[in-house]
């Protein structure tokens, strides 16, 4: 069975190796406390999902982890160095892709590393390649409007994953793409989680894409935000993304979670 | 426009116009209005004088210098205004009191303070097109998509890259129609400034052809210099359509 951990984050620091660190931060917008003392670890290598009701301060979350936003108190580590601003070991996944639509794909995925000022051919050279990865070989002339949703987002991985930092933040990545991309997407990204050994830190209103594609789930609880549950799923992770949405484990987490949620739908 | 089930090409409507002008100045109805077609071979013999290309390229440098200082001035100042709001609360006003304000009236001030000469014209071509331009570059950089500026800062974008590669093509689109206005305007303000103050460029020539009854002259010019503002238009509107594919899907 999935192991469920207690909430505030005082998941046994001792065997995780963590990659970024959330010591007690809260966010105040004016009167809006959007996050109150809230606390999380996320383990190298592996995917972390948050996931909650909309409101509930999960897009605050990631973009003060990302160093855009500054937090009310507390403080952010990432391998053991505290986040004042935005840096080269985080880049980030936008929900509406933040494109640049007057520039083509391959301008687009090698923008990262453009502004790292890496010389043109080089970086043409880097994001041809994380293209190729993400499937969209023969669009490197393509601008934005030209292609689908689904599309889109893919530009928008290959500049993360081009800039080659170690943690990538996804702010509800798929939620603009349609039902069949998103799947696609979803087996594509548990594969790179397997492959790059990157840290992913994943937002997410789904509770079914979240038990699908994390090695652990933090459960956001709005007013005042805070990380409820903390859930690792166990038995399903190594078996094939086919029979990932069949397994009991699965089956019983999407209830367990549903059940903790239910109370905060209106 | 079809006629009788035949395609018209664009623009055939002129030629209507054009013969009813004749019409009207073969008539004899009004001095005022000669026959196009004396206009029109006045016009030919007219672009190659002296006095002629002396106005033209009197008109042109007043004309260039003018836009090129709105520009210059204008594009900036709207960015920075879109950007910043103690700035955009110090200068709006000021910008949409001088955009609506009768800026003729203001001539014979410019007249005292900086003479009688090209400085005044230049100077009054540029009040007339800078607001515009200011305008539209600050409602070019309010309309910028939040997430494409954090894109940038979230990759580590220094503020002039965010400036160049970022802020300034995502406003374009609007910088260039406020430019297209701009420019239109400038060349009121330039004929007007040259009417006022009337000692060079086509304000001298106008004062000379309406002082001697020339008026196949006066038309002539008149006709060129409509034709010139309306290319230059066209041609703003042109490069404004080779960045439409993005303007729509920002
Ligand atoms: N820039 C802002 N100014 C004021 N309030 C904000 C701002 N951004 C978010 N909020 C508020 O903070 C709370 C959390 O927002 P957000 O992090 O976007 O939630 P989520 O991503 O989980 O939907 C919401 O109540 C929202 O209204
Ligand atoms: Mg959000």
Same mark, same amino acid.
């Given at each position: 069975m999935s192991q469920t951990s207690d909430a505030f984050?005082?998941?046994?620091?001792?065997d995780i190796d963590s990659a970024v660190s959330v010591r007690g931060v809260s966010k105040n917008y004016g009167e809006v406390?959007?996050?109150?003392d809230l606390s999380l670890e996320f383990p190298r290598g592996q995917l972390t999902s948050l996931l909650?009701? #909309?409101?509930?301060g999960k897009t605050t979350l990631l973009k003060i982890i990302a160093g855009l936003i500054p937090a009310t108190a507390g403080e952010i580590e990432i391998d053991g160095r505290k986040v004042t601003g935005p840096g080269p070991d985080r880049a980030f996944v936008f929900q509406d892709f933040a494109?640049?639509?007057?520039?083509?794909v391959l301008r687009n995925v090698s923008f990262g590393l453009e502004l790292r000022g890496v010389g043109k051919s080089e970086r043409e050279a880097v994001a041809e390649k994380y293209i190729g990865n993400v499937g969209l070989?023969?669009? %490197?002339?393509?601008?934005?409007? %030209?292609? #689908?949703g689904g599309m889109r987002q893919r530009v928008g991985l290959a500049r993360a994953l081009s800039v080659d930092a170690q943690v990538l933040l996804l702010d509800e990545?798929? #939620?603009?793409?349609?039902e069949q991309n998103r799947r696609k997407f979803q087996e594509d990204l548990l594969a790179l989680v397997r492959n790059e050994n990157k840290t992913f830190i994943f937002v997410t209103h789904s509770i079914e894409e979240a038990v699908y594609i994390s090695d652990q789930i933090a459960i956001l609880l709005p007013r005042?935000?805070?990380?409820s549950e903390i859930i690792r799923p166990t #038995?399903?992770?190594?078996?094939k993304a086919d029979n990932i949405r069949r397994s009991p484990e699965y089956l019983d987490i999407v209830d367990q979670i549903w059940a903790s949620l239910r109370n905060y739908v209106e | 426009m079809t006629l009788f089930g035949y395609r018209l090409p664009a623009m055939s409507s002129l030629i209507l116009w054009a013969a009813v002008w004749e019409i009207v100045g073969l008539s004899g109805w009004?001095?005022?209005?000669?026959?196009l077609s004396e206009v029109i071979t006045t016009l030919f013999s007219v672009i190659g004088t002296p006095a002629f290309t002396k106005a033209l390229s009197q008109t042109a440098y007043a004309f260039g210098a003018g836009v090129f200082f709105a520009v210059v001035i204008g594009i900036p100042v709207g960015i920075l205004m879109g950007k910043s709001r103690i700035i955009d609360e110090l200068l709006l006003p000021w910008v949409n009191i001088f955009l609506s304000a009768p800026l003729t009236a203001l001539v014979p001030v410019l007249m005292v303070l900086f003479g009688f000469g090209m400085k005044s014209i230049i100077i009054t071509t540029t009040l007339f097109a800078i607001w515009i331009i200011i305008l539209n570059s600050r409602a070019g950089v309010k309309q910028i998509n939040r997430s494409l500026v954090e894109m940038a800062r979230s990759f580590g974008a220094s503020p002039l890259d965010a400036f160049f590669k970022v802020y300034f093509w995502a406003a374009l689109p609007e910088i260039l129609g406020g430019v297209r206005i701009g420019v239109i305007r400038a060349v009121k303000g330039v004929i007007i400034g040259q009417l006022l103050?009337?000692?060079?460029?086509f304000g001298a020539l106008f004062e000379l052809y309406s002082n001697n009854f020339l008026m196949a002259h006066f038309w002539a010019v008149l006709i060129v210099l409509f034709a010139l503002a309306f290319s230059l238009s066209e041609f703003l509107g042109y490069l404004e359509r080779r960045i439409s594919y993005y303007a729509a899907s920002r």
């Open positions: 984050g005082k998941a046994d620091p001792i406390e959007a996050l109150r909650g009701p #909309s409101g509930c494109l640049l639509p007057w520039a083509n070989s023969g669009f %490197e002339k393509a601008y934005p409007h %030209e292609l #689908s990545p798929f #939620s603009a793409v349609d005042p935000s805070r990380v #038995s399903f992770r190594g078996t | 009004t001095f005022f209005i000669p026959p103050i009337s000692i060079v460029g």
